[in-house]
C-alpha cells in the first residue's frame, strides 16, 4: 500500500505542475491576478507531494520491502540502515526521484524567497518551473517508475552497489544535483525575461543569488565526487575527464562565467543577450548531462542501467525545452538594447574575455566528451578520447582565465587606465616570480609547468590579500564590516589559487610504487619506511575483508598503523579496494592492496601525494565564497524594506 | 535576427548527432579475439587439483567456456541458463572459475548444482588476463579447431541462447 500511495503522490504532483504551468504563464499574458497568484500556492503543493513520495520511497528501504523493484535490486537485508536511506538515490530511478524532490524544493524556494519580486515575474519563473517539472515527471512515471512492485517478491535483495556503499555516495548526488537543478531557476528567470520581454539589471539582480546558489553546491558536488573518486576506487587519481565528470565540469564552467556575467549585467546592463544565452545554456548543459549518462550513449565508469526508451525520452525533452528556449532567445534577443558602453580596457572588457575563454574551455572539454560520439555515428570507427587531449587544450585556456583574475578586480568599469592596474600588480608580479622560482627550487626539482601554477596562484593570492587590505584602509574598517559579495568574491578566487596549488604539486611531485611486501619486510616508499605485518580475515555487516597491517614510520620513528583492505561484498560482483590514507595537510601518503603473491607476499601500491587536500580546501574556499556572496546585506535588505512598507501601507489603511 | 538563430542551429545540429548516439551501443566494444585461436593455457581442475586441462582438449567439439566466480552475483542469475545448455541443448561448457576461493568455489557449486563438463581454477586470473576479460560472467565460444567464434558479456539469457548462441553452434556444428 505504502508504495502505492508514493505513486500516487508523484501521478498528482504530475497534475499540479501541467496545471501551474499553464494557468500562471496564461495568467502572466493576460495580467489575471488570480491566476497569477495560483503559482506560489501549487509551487508548495509540488514539493510537500514529492516529498510525501520520496519519504515513502525511504520507507520501503527502511522496511526491506523487496516487493518494490528498485528496493530489491539497490539493497539487501544485510546493509547497514544508513546506506538503505541513502540507497534511495542509488539507483537510476530514485535518482531522478531526488532530483525530482530538489526541482520542486528550488520551485518552492523561488516562491518563499521572492517577496519583493513583481507578482507577474515570480509567476512567470514558477510556472516555467512548474513546466519543467512536468517533463521529468513524464519521464519517471512513463520510464522509471521507482515504486513498480515485483511479483512475486524474492526473500532478498541484490545488495547496493558496493562502490556505492560510503558515506561519499550519502552526500555526493544530492549535491551535484542541487546544483544541476539549480540552474533550472536561473533558466526559468531568463525565460521569464525574454516573455516579458524585460531583460534589465533588475532581472539580473534578481538572478544573481540563486545563479550562485546553484554554482556553490555544483562546485562542492563536483570536489566531493573527485574526492570519493580518489578514496573508493583505489587508483590514486582525482580526476579521471571520465564522461560523467566531464557532464558536470561543463555546466560548471558555463555556470562560473554565468555569475560573472550576470555581474556585468547587474552593474552595467551590458552583455544582456550574452548573459541571457548563458543561463539558457546552463541548464541545458545540466540536461545533456543527465541525457548522456542515463541513456548509454556514452560509456563511463559510472554504470547505471541504460535503457533505449529512456534515451529517447530524455532526448525528447532536452529537445523540447532547449529547442524551445532557443527559439525565444532567437525571436526576442534582436530587440534587446545594448546596456552600458565600455572602453577596450575596462573591466567589462576584462570580463568578456574571461567569459569567452570559460565557454571555450566548456566547449573544448564538451567536444572531447563527444568526439567519440560524432566519430562513431559517421561511420569513422570507435574511439575514446583520454586525458592527454583534456590536459592539452584545457590548461592553455586556463592561464589566461587565471592570469585575468588578479586584473578583473582592480580594473575600473567603463573605462580603467592600463598604467593604474600594472601598479596595482606590481606585488604580485614580484611575489609570484619568487614563489615560481623558489618553490621547485625547495622540492628539488625543476619543472617549467610546476614554476608555472606556483606562479599563478601566487599571483592570484597576492593580489586578492592586497585587494582586501586597501579596501580595508580606504573604508577604515575591520575585515568583518566589508560588504559580504565583495568578500565573497575574494574568497573564492583565494580558493581558486589554493586550488592551482593543489594540482600544480600533485601533478609535478606526486610519485606511484607498486612494491612487493612479505610479512615482516621494512620498504621505503617517498622517504617513509614500510613495514608489512601480514594480512588478516576480517567480517564486516555484508562483507568479508582482508585487511593489512602496516606501520608506518620515518627515520625509525614509529608513526603510525596503516589498514588497507581488500573486500568481497556478499551478493554483488566486484571487489573492493578500500585505501589506507596518512594525510596531514601537505601531503597524503596512501597505500592500496593490490593482489596476493605467493608464501603470503602482497602486491602493495603506495603513492605520495604532495598538497592532493588543497585541491578540495580550494573547492571547499570557492563555495565558501558563493555561500558569503548570497547572504550579502543587500539582498535581505531589500526584503526588509519591502515588509516595513507593506506594514506600513497596512497600517495607514 | 539571423545571428541569434546560429545556438538553434548548433543545437539542432547537436540533436541529430545525439539521437544517431542513440541507435549506436558503445559498450559493445568487439572483442579482439574473435576468429583468433584462443589462448592456450593449463589450470589445475578445481573439483581435484592434481589433474590438469587445457583447452586442447576439446579439439574436435563445439564448445562454450564460461567464466564465473562465487563472489559474483550475476553468475548465480545466470547459472540456470548455463544448466539448460548442458542438459537441454547438450552443449559442453568448461567453467573457468576466476579469482576465487577453492573451498567458497566449491560449495557455491555443491549449493547450486554443478552442470559444467569441467571447472578449473584460474586463482591468480592470469588465463583471464589472456583471453580479455574485464568483468565476471563472460562466456566465449569456442569451435573445433579451437578458434573464439563469438564472446558473451555478462550474463547469459534465455533470449541470447534462443538468438544467437545456439544457432551459432548448430552452424558451427555443421
Given at each position: 500500500m505504502i508504495p502505492e500511495i508514493g505513486h500516487f503522490a508523484l501521478i498528482l504532483t504530475l497534475f499540479v505542475a501541467l496545471a501551474q504551468g499553464g494557468i500562471t504563464l496564461a495568467g502572466a499574458a493576460r495580467g489575471n491576478a488570480t491566476w497569477i497568484g495560483f503559482a506560489r500556492p501549487a509551487a508548495r503543493a509540488q514539493f510537500s507531494l514529492v516529498a510525501i513520495s520520496f519519504v515513502l520511497l525511504m520507507w520501503s528501504f527502511i522496511v526491506k520491502d523487496f516487493s518494490v523493484s528498485y528496493v530489491a535490486v539497490n539493497?539487501?537485508?544485510?546493509?547497514?540502515w544508513f546506506y538503505r536511506m541513502a540507497?534511495?538515490?542509488?539507483?537510476h530511478e530514485g535518482s531522478l526521484l531526488l532530483w525530482l524532490l530538489m526541482q520542486t524544493g528550488w520551485a518552492y524556494a523561488v516562491s518563499l524567497f521572492?517577496?519583493?519580486?513583481?507578482d507577474v515575474m515570480v509567476a512567470r519563473v514558477l510556472g516555467v518551473l512548474g513546466l519543467v517539472t512536468a517533463g521529468f515527471l513524464l519521464f519517471v512515471l512513463l520510464?522509471?517508475?521507482?515504486?513498480e512492485r515485483l511479483v512475486?517478491?524474492?526473500?532478498?535483495g541484490m545488495d547496493l552497489n558496493p562502490l556505492l556503499q560510503d558515506v561519499g555516495l550519502i552526500f555526493h548526488p544530492p549535491l551535484l544535483y542541487m546544483g544541476y537543478v539549480g540552474f533550472s531557476v536561473v533558466f526559468a528567470f531568463a525565460i521569464a525575461a525574454l516573455l516579458a520581454g524585460q531583460l534589465d539589471s533588475a532581472w539580473a539582480r534578481w538572478s544573481r543569488p540563486w545563479a550562485t546558489a546553484a554554482w556553490l553546491f555544483l562546485t562542492l558536488g563536483i570536489a566531493l565526487g573527485s574526492w570519493w573518486a580518489y578514496y573508493e576506487?583505489?587508483?590514486?587519481?582525482?580526476?579521471?575527464?571520465?564522461p560523467v565528470e566531464n557532464s558536470s565540469f561543463v555546466p560548471w564552467l558555463v555556470g562560473t562565467a554565468l555569475i560573472h556575467s550576470l555581474a556585468v549585467t547587474e552593474k552595467r546592463a551590458s552583455f544582456k543577450n550574452w548573459t541571457v544565452l548563458l543561463a539558457i545554456s546552463t541548464f541545458a548543459l545540466s540536461l545533456l548531462g543527465a541525457f548522456l549518462v542515463r541513456s548509454g550513449v556514452l560509456t563511463s565508469v559510472h554504470a547505471f542501467a541504460t535503457d533505449p526508451r529512456r534515451g529517447v525520452f530524455l532526448l525528447m525533452l532536452f529537445a523540447v525545452v532547449v529547442g524551445s528556449s532557443l527559439l525565444l532567445f532567437a525571436i526576442r534577443?534582436?530587440?534587446?538594447g545594448l546596456g552600458g558602453r565600455f572602453e577596450l580596457f575596462s573591466r567589462e572588457s576584462l570580463l568578456l574575455v574571461n567569459n569567452v575563454l570559460l565557454a571555450v574551455a566548456a566547449g573544448a572539454v564538451l567536444l572531447g566528451t563527444l568526439y567519440p560520439l560524432f566519430i562513431d555515428a559517421l561511420g569513422m570507427g570507435k574511439i575514446s578520447v583520454g586525458p592527454p587531449y583534456f590536459n592539452l587544450v584545457f590548461v592553455p585556456l586556463m592561464v589566461p582565465a587565471l592570469l585575468l583574475i588578479a586584473v578583473g578586480p582592480v580594473a575600473n568599469w567603463k573605462r580603467a587606465k592600463l598604467r593604474d592596474v600594472l601598479k596595482q600588480l606590481n606585488l604580485p608580479l614580484f611575489v609570484a616570480v619568487v614563489a615560481g622560482v623558489g618553490v621547485p627550487f625547495l622540492y628539488g626539482r625543476w619543472s617549467a609547468l610546476v614554476a608555472l601554477g606556483i606562479a599563478l596562484a601566487a599571483w592570484i593570492a597576492t593580489a586578492v590579500v592586497m585587494g582586501i587590505f586597501k579596501r580595508m584602509r580606504a573604508t577604515?574598517?575591520?575585515?568583518?564590516?566589508?560588504p559580504r559579495s565583495w568578500m565573497g568574491m575574494h574568497i573564492a578566487h583565494l580558493g581558486m589559487a589554493v586550488f592551482v596549488v593543489g594540482v600544480t604539486l600533485v601533478m609535478g611531485y606526486e610519485t606511484e610504487q607498486d612494491i612487493r611486501m612479505a610479512p615482516g619486510q621494512t620498504v621505503t616508499a617517498a622517504g617513509y619506511e614500510l613495514t608489512f605485518r601480514g594480512v588478516r580475515s576480517e567480517l564486516g555487516a555484508n562483507y568479508a575483508a582482508q585487511v593489512g597491517d602496516i606501520v608506518l614510520s620515518r627515520d625509525g620513528r614509529q608513526l603510525r598503523l596503516m589498514h588497507p583492505e581488500k573486500r568481497n561484498y556478499f551478493f554483488s560482483e566486484m571487489p573492493m579496494t578500500e585505501v589506507a590514507i596518512d594525510a596531514n595537510g601537505l601531503r597524503h601518503l596512501y597505500v592500496a592492496l593490490g593482489e596476493p603473491l605467493a608464501d603470503g607476499a602482497w602486491s602493495v601500491r603506495v603513492h605520495y601525494k604532495p598538497f592532493i587536500d588543497w585541491i578540495w580546501i580550494g573547492c571547499i574556499l570557492m563555495a565558501l565564497g558563493g555561500l558569503l556572496a548570497i547572504s550579502d546585506r543587500r539582498y535581505r535588505l531589500k526584503r526588509r524594506e519591502k515588509r516595513t512598507a507593506v506594514i506600513a501601507q497596512e497600517a495607514k489603511a | 535576427m539571423s545571428r541569434f538563430l546560429f545556438p538553434l542551429i548548433g543545437f539542432v545540429v547537436l540533436l541529430g548527432f545525439l539521437a544517431f548516439g542513440?541507435?549506436?551501443?558503445?559498450?559493445?566494444?568487439?572483442?579482439?579475439?574473435?576468429?583468433?585461436p584462443a589462448p592456450a593455457f593449463t589450470l589445475p581442475q578445481l573439483?581435484?587439483?592434481?589433474e590438469t586441462f587445457s583447452?586442447?582438449?576439446?579439439?574436435?567439439k563445439v564448445w562454450l567456456m564460461n567464466v564465473w566466480a562465487s563472489w559474483c552475483f550475476a553468475c548465480l542469475e545466470e547459472h540456470p541458463v548455463i544448466r539448460e545448455l548442458t542438459t537441454e541443448h547438450g552443449v559442453p561448457v568448461v567453467g573457468l572459475?576466476?579469482?576465487?576461493i577453492r573451498n567458497e568455489a566449491i560449495s557455491w557449486l555443491n549449493r547450486h548444482g554443478d552442470s559444467y563438463l569441467v571447472t578449473v581454477s584460474d586463482t591468480q586470473g592470469r588465463v583471464g588476463i589472456d583471453y580479455g576479460?574485464?568483468?565476471?560472467p563472460e562466456t566465449f565460444l569456442i569451435d573445433q579447431t579451437g578458434v573464439i567464434r563469438y564472446k558473451h558479456i555478462g550474463p547469459v539469457t534465455h533470449d541470447a541462447v534462443r538468438d544467437t548462441i545456439l544457432p551459432m553452434i548448430r552452424e558451427l556444428e555443421k
Open positions: 539493497s539487501n537485508s544485510q546493509l547497514p540507497a534511495v538515490w542509488g539507483g521572492s517577496r519583493q519580486l513583481p520510464t522509471s517508475n521507482p515504486f512475486p517478491a524474492p526473500m532478498e576506487l583505489g587508483w590514486g587519481g582525482w580526476w579521471f575527464w571520465d534577443a534582436p530587440k534587446v577604515r574598517s575591520g575585515l568583518l564590516a566589508q | 542513440l541507435t549506436l551501443k558503445p559498450s559493445e566494444v568487439p572483442s579482439p579475439l574473435i576468429d583468433k573439483a581435484n587439483p592434481g583447452p586442447d582438449a576439446m579439439k574436435g572459475n576466476y579469482k576465487d576479460v574485464y568483468g565476471v
